[in-house]
């Protein structure tokens, strides 16, 4: 897209930040009729997008509802994801000719490339004659007689509004910084402690050291938090530690120094299975009887770690079986910690909903200063929710400016 010239000119509204909210929200701005430009430290737009669901971009899930999100106030979200629904970006991306598909659980990939929904925003924009300043670093933001004087590296902008969509902390490798909350601590808006989410778990040394030779391979499993809450999906070994879906999504519910208990058969009755087995190959060991229901190299790990006892079936005593069903269905791991931002696919916590209007993302106390997206404390599940919050919140904030 061609930059246009921007200096000089008073902007209704300037968007900091080329990601998926800011984007959006620039679009809906620009098709309104408001003059629009958005900046943005990076050399491309979109670049967490380019990356997201192995670069096919999980864009929404169609089963979006409020109680797929974290937040302090767990109702903050939902008014904009109730007048923005997935089914509106949906229809946007089926508009666009992007084919795509569910993967599982209602998330939403396309089938080409995550290249194809940036190509969307940004057709989105240029149909709006939004102005995007990528390269250019917001120095300063300052409230002036017209709103708002924006000062970058690559000259200053006056607007109505300022709208932060900067995003989190996570993946730093692609530009993230804590710009928005600082900004928003700037004019005195309470920003909440942030970590990292929708991110793998690393283990101690001595449980590590044993699970390492399981890297690459995954099992279906129940993960839960001491709390109660749990989730139902492939576990991953890692040279680290464990990841894939089930771990993620419960890493946005576990705290420092918390245990997790893992289900390694939550489709099986082991007691059943094993009392089978043992009326029909009494002289087999049950390390290859288990290895029926769980990767061999798992079940030769578990009997290291004295899980699973090296026995033949038959010899295998009440006890016994009681134990190896209760380690193997309530496996408890405490976490030495999480991979950190590095890897984290969203930020916890960040600016503060109490300081937002919830029907328009706009400042109580800075009338004009607008927080959308990430950079909000508004976190949501693995599977196309978060790019849904970004939608939906750039949604309402467009048609908050767009109103005025």
């Known amino acids: ?22 984007l959006f929200c620039a679009a809906q701005l620009g098709q309104s009729g408001k003059r629009v430009v958005v900046v ?28 797929a999100y974290i937040s302090q106030n767990p109702h903050f979200c939902k008014s904009a994801l109730a007048r923005y629904t997935q089914w509106d970006f949906i229809e946007l991306v089926s508009r666009y000719e992007i084919a795509y598909h569910e993967k599982t659980l209602g998330q939403l990939f396309c089938d080409d490339s995550a290249e194809q929904i940036v190509d969307m925003l940004l057709s989105e924009c240029e149909e709006g004659a939004v102005a995007i300043r990528l390269r250019s670093e917001v120095l300063s933001v300052e409230q002036s007689a017209t709103g708002f004087m924006v000062r970058t590296s690559s000259g200053d902008i006056e607007a109505g509004a300022v709208v932060v969509a900067s995003g989190g902390l996570s993946m730093p490798g692609l530009g993230a910084s804590p710009f928005g909350y600082k900004l928003a601590e700037q004019f005195g808006l309470k920003v909440l402690p942030t970590r990292a989410a929708l991110v793998p778990f690393t283990l101690h040394k001595p449980l590590l050291e044993t699970l390492q030779t399981l890297s690459g391979i995954a099992v279906p499993s129940i993960i839960s938090s001491e709390e109660g809450t749990h989730f139902k999906e492939n576990i991953l070994f890692t040279h680290r530690g464990i990841s894939g879906p089930a771990v993620l999504q419960l890493s946005s519910y576990w705290q420092p120094g918390e245990q997790v208990t893992l289900n390694l058969l939550p489709e099986t009755d082991l007691a059943s299975f ?6 029909a190959h009494p002289n087999i060991t049950l390390k290859n009887s288990l290895s029926k229901q769980l990767p061999k190299r798992l079940v030769e790990c578990l009997q290291t770690l004295g899980m699973v006892p090296d026995v033949l079936l038959k010899q295998l005593n009440g006890p016994q079986q009681a134990k190896l ?9 405490q976490p030495n910690g999480t991979e950190g931002y590095r890897t984290a696919e969203v930020t916890l916590g960040g600016v503060d909903t109490d300081e937002l209007s919830s029907k328009t993302m706009e400042s109580h ?20 929710y978060n790019f849904q919050w970004a939608w939906s919140s750039a949604w309402a904030c467009a048609k908050a400016i767009a109103g005025r």
């Open 40 to 67: 943005d430290n990076g050399k491309k737009a979109g670049r967490k997008i380019l990356m997201s669901g192995g670069g096919r971009c999980n864009f929404t899930n169609m089963f979006v509802e409020p109680s």
């Open 1 to 22: 897209m061609v930059v246009e010239k921007v200096d000089g000119v008073v902007f209704d509204a300037v968007v900091i930040g080329a990601g998926a909210a800011g």
């Open 325 to 333: 069903i209760d380690d193997l269905t309530q496996w408890q791991i």
């Open 274 to 279: 094993l009392d089978a087995e043992r009326q």
């Open 365 to 384: 106390k800075v009338p004009g200063l607008y927080f959308i997206g990430e950079v909000v404390d508004v976190t949501g599940w693995l599977g196309g």
